[in-house]
T-cell receptor
Framework: GAGVSQSPRYKVTKRGQDVALRCDPI?????LYWYRQALGQGPEFLTY????????KSGLPNDRFSAERPEGSISTLTIQRTEQRDSAMYRC??????????????FGPGTRLTVL | QQQVKQSPQSLIVQKGGISIINCAYE??????FPWYQQFPGKGPALLIA?????SEKKEGRFTISFNKSAKQFSLHIMDSQPGDSATYFC???????????FGTGTRLKVLA
């Protein structure tokens, strides 16, 4: 069956440009998470959606980062005015239920963002 | 206090040997501890998980040992195989939340 998909897989952009990263969760999964993973580090939580509601955005580094999930399925993470320090792997995960750590999170392959 | 410390950073084991990866935490409000396995080019995938009310959980060749008093937990891979070569992440989540705090990862290489 189809897992979590993300696009693009690789994105190279110039400093100051805006980028939009897409996540397509497993069909029927209520919860969607965005993580950022620096090289040699574990994933770091960015934001969480329950259906279309963004219930936690405490991990977003600053107001250049935003995310939406308007119809409760596909989500987009947008980074405005990108900076070199934004370069990282951005991962999306989804889970069937939500609100509990015991609900298995299924991760996508990630988008590798490089800001020149 | 929100950190999960993982060691070693990398590990090389002979085929058939035992691989051991350790994690430690400070926050006693963590109540769920999953281990994720990540192959190159892929996202992390849940391998095995434990709650602090048990001291050990075994699934096939993979065992989690949990020491609540020491606030430590470890992953043991018995009879390690070259196909186990991957990066392993421990994680912890706070009681009643979905938020995972991940360790820094251990790159395991099993020699044929």
């Amino acid at each position: 069956g189809a897992g979590v998909s993300q696009s693009p897989r690789y994105k190279v952009t110039k400093r100051g440009q805006d980028v939009a990263l897409r996540c397509d969760p497993i069909s029927g999964h209520v919860s969607l998470y965005w993580y950022r993973q620096a090289l040699g580090q574990g994933p770091e939580f960015l934001t969480y959606f329950n259906y279309e509601a963004q219930q936690d955005k405490s991990g977003l580094p600053n107001d250049r980062f935003s995310a939406e999930r308007p119809e409760g399925s596909i989500s987009t993470l947008t980074i405005q005015r990108t900076e070199q320090r934004d370069s990282a792997m951005y991962r999306c995960a989804s889970s069937f239920l939500g609100g509990s750590g015991t609900d298995t999170q299924y991760f996508g392959p990630g988008t590798r963002l490089t800001v020149l | 206090q929100q950190q999960v410390k993982q060691s070693p950073q990398s590990l090389i084991v002979q085929k058939g040997g035992i691989s051991i990866i350790n994690c430690a935490y400070e926050n006693t409000a963590f109540d769920y501890f999953p281990w994720y396995q990540q192959f190159p080019g892929k996202g992390p995938a849940l391998l095995i998980a434990i709650r602090p009310d048990v001291s050990e959980k075994k699934e096939g060749r993979f065992t989690i040992s949990f020491n609540k008093s020491a606030k430590q937990f470890s992953l043991h891979i018995m009879d390690s195989q070259p196909g186990d070569s991957a990066t392993y992440f421990c994680a912890a989540s706070l009681s009643g939340t979905y938020k995972y705090i991940f360790g820094t990862g251990t790159r395991l290489k099993v020699l044929a």
